[in-house]
C-alpha cells in the first residue's frame, strides 16, 4: 500500500514526494524532527511534541512552518487516511532552501522552510516483545556535538551507535561523556537501586524527552523515589535494572550492560510498573 505523506502544503502519494537537492536539511542537517506514537488512533502527547518542536526551532532562529492547530489537523488526517491504528508519525522541518549551498543561512524573509510528515504502521507497538523480555546495552564513547537538547536530523553517530550494539550481539547503546552516562542512541536512559531511580539532570547534553517528563511525573506520582544526578556505567552494571524512556519504545526494561546481568535478566518491577502506568494514562490523554 502507497502511504500517503504531506510536504509543504500538499498530501501526496510517497512515490510522488520530491525535495530539492538544495534543501539545508539534505546538505548541512540543518533540520529538526518530532516523532510522535500513535496508539488506537490516537496520537500520544502530541502537545509536548508541539512545544519541544517550537523550542528546537526558536535555538536554531528557524521559521515556523504552520501553526500547532494546523499541525495537529496534518497528524491526525495522515493517521486516518493511512489506517494507522499503532505506529507513528514523523515531522521534520529544515530551513529549506534559496537555491544553491553555502554555509550562511538565507534570508528567513525570502525562504520558507521545508516541512514533511509521513506515517509509519507498527502493529504491536504498545506489547512489544522486546518490553517483555528486555534489551541488552553496551556503552559507547558520546562524541555527538554539544546542543543535544536541540532534537536535530544530526542523526549519524547515533545510528553508528546501533550498528556497534549490533555487531557486539547487544540491541542498544549508551554514550559516555567524561565517565558519566548521558543518554542512549535514542532514547533517555535509567537505573534503580534500592528503590530509588536514577537519571541524568537536563540540560544541553541530553535530549529533553518528552516520554521523560511524563514518565518522571507519572513516577512522583506512584510514590517512586527520583534522583537527578551524574552517574557511571559501573554504577548502572551494580543496578537492581535499568530502563530507557523514548516516544515509540515508551518505558522499555534493560537487562544487561556490557554483558552484566541486572538483577535476575528480566525486567524489573519498577519498570515494569511504570510502563503499565505510562500507556494506561497515555491511552486516557491522547488526542
Given at each position: ?96 532552501s534559496d537555491g544553491d549551498r553555502d554555509f550562511v543561512f538565507p534570508d528567513p524573509e525570502t525562504t520558507k522552510p ?25 556503552a559507547i564513547p558520546d562524541i555527538r556535538w554539544h546542543r543535544r537538547d536541540i532534537k536535530t536530523t544530526q542523526l ?132
Amino acid at each position: 500500500m502507497t502511504r500517503t505523506v504531506y510536504v509543504n502544503g500538499e498530501y501526496l502519494p510517497e512515490t510522488e514526494a520530491k525535495v530539492s537537492i538544495f534543501d539545508r536539511g539534505f546538505l548541512m542537517a540543518d533540520a529538526v524532527y518530532e516523532v510522535t506514537s500513535v496508539l488506537d488512533g490516537k496520537l500520544i502527547d502530541f502537545d509536548g511534541h508541539a512545544v519541544r518542536l517550537k523550542r528546537s526551532l526558536d535555538e536554531l532562529d528557524m521559521a515556523a512552518p504552520c501553526t500547532k492547530d494546523e499541525l495537529l489537523e496534518i497528524h491526525r488526517k495522515l493517521v486516518e487516511v493511512n489506517g494507522i491504528v499503532e505506529g507513528l508519525v514523523y515531522l521534520q522541518v529544515s530551513r529549506g532552501s534559496d537555491g544553491d549551498r553555502d554555509f550562511v543561512f538565507p534570508d528567513p524573509e525570502t525562504t520558507k522552510p521545508t516541512i514533511v510528515l509521513f506515517t509509519q504502521n507498527k502493529p504491536g507497538l504498545a506489547n512489544s516483545p522486546a518490553a517483555q523480555k528486555g534489551i541488552s546495552v553496551i556503552a559507547i564513547p558520546d562524541i555527538r556535538w554539544h546542543r543535544r537538547d536541540i532534537k536535530t536530523t544530526q542523526l549519524l553517530y547515533p545510528s553508528m551507535g546501533k550498528m556497534m550494539a549490533k555487531k557486539a550481539g547487544a540491541d542498544d547503546a549508551w554514550l559516555i561523556e567524561d565517565g558519566y552516562v548521558t543518554e542512549g542512541t535514542s532514547n533517555n536512559a535509567y537505573f534503580v537501586k534500592d528503590g530509588k531511580i536514577v537519571t541524568r539532570p537536563l540540560s544541553n547534553d541530553i535530549l529533553h524527552g518528552i516520554t521523560r517528563k511524563a514518565v518522571m511525573r507519572m513516577a512522583e506520582e506512584a510514590q517512586m523515589e527520583i534522583v537527578e544526578r551524574l552517574f557511571t556505567i559501573d554504577e548502572a552494571k551494580e543496578a537492581d535494572e535499568a530502563f530507557v524512556t523514548s516516544a515509540s519504545a515508551f518505558v522499555m526494561p534493560v537487562v544487561s550492560i556490557d554483558g552484566v546481568q541486572l538483577g535476575d535478566g528480566t525486567p524489573g518491577r519498577i519498570a515494569k510498573r511504570l510502563r503499565e502506568i505510562y500507556l494506561e494514562e497515555s491511552l486516557q490523554a491522547a488526542i
